[in-house]
Structure formats: structure tokens, C-alpha cells
């Protein structure tokens, strides 16, 4: 972790990365993971093309670089196996940024959505 991410990233997030489907076509989960982040909630930003926009929800800035789209994330620790039973949010959306000073590890935005 950089320097910056160390003293910047201080809250925790669980997140449950997909894993693949059943026969059903339902997403089956990793266990969650306890991750560093910070966050923030922007309830009149939009995000996508003509057609597929979301309403943003949370937007979780952190180094953790494993997450995807379509897996899930909670602000807080959880044990629950099943995100939505947390309550947790999907992840819509996920930008990627340099690491400016340090050059050790690249900073995330992961942006949920409704």
C-alpha cells in the first residue's frame, strides 16, 4: 500500500467477487473479503451511454484491484455469505487511476448503482 493510500484509505468495505453461476444463471459468491477503503455517496450523479445509465449510490475509492463489475460491496465489515442478504450494492462501475506519486500501486474507484 502507498504511502497516501495508507494514511487515506482508513475505512473498511466487505466485498463479494462473483465466482460464476448455477444452472439457474444466479451468481454464486467467493466468501467476502475485508477491504481498505474510503467512500462517498453522490445521489444526483449519473453514469453510462444512452440507454444504460445508472443512478449512482456509493463510489468506494481504494487499491484494491480484484474487483469487477457485477460483484457487490458494503461499507462496514460483514460475514454473510450472501451480499444482498448484507445489503450490499452491485458494482456498476469501476475506474482506474495512476498512482501519481508513488508509483506502487493504482487507486479505484468501484461506483454502485441502482
Partial sequence: MSNTA?????AKATLW???????YG????HPPEL???DYGF????????IGSGFV?????????????Q???ILVGESLEADPVKAGADEIKHI????????????????????
Fill in 95 to 114: 475506474i482506474r487511476y495512476a498512482d501519481t506519486f508513488e508509483r506502487i500501486a493504482d487507486d479505484y474507484a468501484l461506483i454502485t448503482g441502482v
Fill in 17 to 23: 467477487r462473483v465466482s460464476g453461476e448455477n444452472e
Fill in 42 to 49: 453522490d445521489s444526483a450523479l449519473k453514469l453510462g451511454d
Fill in 56 to 68: 449512482v449510490k456509493n463510489t468506494f475509492w481504494t487499491e484494491y484491484s480484484q474487483a469487477n
Fill in 6 to 10: 495508507n494514511w487515506a484509505y482508513t
Fill in 70 to 72: 457485477g460483484d457487490f
Fill in 26 to 29: 444466479k451468481k454464486i459468491f
Fill in 35 to 37: 477491504i481498505y477503503c
